[in-house]
């Protein structure tokens, strides 16, 4: 018997889970009674333990659907809410308050939510049983309450009260049962009285007679009858002190029993105590849901049956969960990288070093040859330095130049090109990754990009300090000799030229853009005015602008920059394609092949080092880091939330979902039947 309704109750809990329409409900109790009437005390002595939230402000603001499992297995009452996925809770005081947290988290103005609180208790000592607790009738009768919330209040309990589900109609015996809310409450959902069993609380407040008369009420008479309990608390324990455990429950159960004992001869013919109460709670809940399984096996085969359709027509039945996606996921991000691996190697590494350090020797060039120095008379030590014209025609030993060199090839070369390499490659792999990610299914996953992100910045911080290092210590020598055959200053002559043309490219361009916007006449005065201005500096002459404003003299400025830059890197092509420029030993009269040969040579080393140390690691370790992040570190909760961030995903993970649920049920339903007809 008892292992029936455990099934029935256990296949109630799925069709639970697939949600969707009050067809898929096998029969709940429902419990419902005015405040003060004894519900509380009821479902508590059920129990055996103080679980309820209790105050006068209305706690009770969402349906409380209780599942009890009789477990002889367990020492002690243990509660869970699947829900918010706590379980094993030993603690009442703590199930108490999380439940009026639940109940607090409506907000006063809706008075109720539909939303049903689930809560199953585990104990040797409850009978299997589903229950739900209904917000209380007592706001229904309320004077202050809007009639919109009072309506709201009561469609959401006449949903519950509904066929199949049978109606516990708690009634305290003090007050007229003409006027128990509950009772009136029943009567509406089960004119007939079929369904309902009335409950009369506190007959020990009442004489035998008064009590017998309502427990054998003619009003309203109900098949299932009326059954009369005692469940106030004992006097010995006061109202704080039963929060002691169940040992209060055994102490009421034992003045019921006594109670009812002493005056045994009232109550002949009538139900009584707690323990009947259970009892025929249990058998009526049984033949109630026995009643349903047929039916219910129709409905669940109808919906089994389209769930399965869709899923072969719109998933072409492939089997799919959340864990399976995010292993595909994976998968298809591991694909990536190897991919992306044989895209950037060796020649990608070089090619992003050297267009770096191409324009760190520009820039070195620029700042100590090409730039015009500064006006004769400002200051004496400038006033020895002579112009880049006579580079050219200076003598083999001239020392000005020699050091000179040294000063640029050191600017090179102690520039820190360990950590310049190693911050310049880890960025460039990191922006590939995004791009990466943002070409797979992962691109609308906040946190799933965010944990791949910090997989691969992991494991190149992990790599920094030591490649940068290794590469720093390799390019070493540089910084005290460069060793130059006449091959690589061939290559390097070639690669300046190269060079020095496409900065007289961009030079020219820029100039022309300014002619452009400025018009070629404008430009002209600006520039002829800015001329003049320049050869009579130091005569403290009034200066007029001739109404140009600051804007325009500012790009006046910039083109004749551009202009004198244009004409100085020509002179200097020229130079670099004669002869001049054709030997490594003048290497002191063409920086810009010396610098571009410390370049090349800077970028060959590190190379070596950086795709050892940095890129194949990051090859290897990175899949593995973002196994550990992706497959290890998430939570169920979470794997699921990325896969039903994916709107097909989800559609496609719920219908399966529902589909085994379905199944489930199914096969219980057929397994429950088959049961009953071999008892039969
Ligand atoms: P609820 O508001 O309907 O949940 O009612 P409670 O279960 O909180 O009970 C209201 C009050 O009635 C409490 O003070 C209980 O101790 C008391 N009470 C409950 N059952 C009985 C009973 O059988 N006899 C007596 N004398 N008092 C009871």
Known sequence: MLNLTRQMIEIRSILLNIGGSNALRLP???????????KSSVLESIVGREFLPKGSNMVTRRPIELTLVNDNSLAAETAEFPALRMFNLTDFQQVQKVLF?????VPDADAVSSDPIQLTIKSPRVPDLSLVDLPGYIQIEAADQPTTLKTKIRELCDRYLEEPNVILAISAA???????????????ADPKGERTIGVITKLDLVDCETARKMLTNKKYPLKMGYVGVITRTPPSTSLFRRQSGSQAFIAQQNFERAYFKENKDSFVGTTVTTRMLKKKLMRVLERTMASCLKPMHVIVSNELEEASYRYKVEFNDRDLTSEKYMAQTIDNLKLAIKEFSERFGRPELRSLLRSELDQKVLDSIALRYWNKPPAPNKSKETESEPPLEELASAPPNDTYWHRKLGIATASLTKLGVGRLATTLISDAILTEIEVLVDNTDVRSHPMIKNAIKDAAVS???????????????????????????????MLSRQHATMLLKEELKQCNEAY????????????????????????????????????????LLLRGKEALFLKERSNLLNMRLKFLQSSGCKSKDNKYKCPEVFLDLVAEK??????????????SDFYYSFPRELEKKLGQSLTSEQIEQFAKEDPKIKKHIELQERKDLLDLALTKIEDVMALQKRLV
Do not use: H
């Open 512 to 551: 022309k853009e300014l002619k452009k916007t400025l018009g070629g006449n404008k430009l002209k005065q600006i520039t002829t005015y800015l001329e003049n201005e320049n050869n009579k500096v130091g005569e403290n002459i009034a200066r007029e602008n001739l109404g140009f404003s600051p804007g």
């Open 174 to 188: 003090d007050v007229d049962l003409a006027n128990s809310s509950a009772l009136r409450a029943a009567k509406r």
């Open 602 to 615: 800077l970028t060959q080393t590190a190379v070596l080092f950086l795709n050892v140390e940095l890129l």
């Open 28 to 38: 709940s109790i429902v419990v419902i009674g005015s405040q003060s009437s004894g």
């Open 101 to 105: 947290e639940l109940n607090m988290a």
């Open 459 to 489: 494991v190149l911080t992990s790599r920094y300090n030591s490649t940068a290092e290794q590469v720093e210590n390799c390019i070493k020598p540089y910084k005290y000799e460069i060793e130059v055959d006449d091959r690589e200053w």
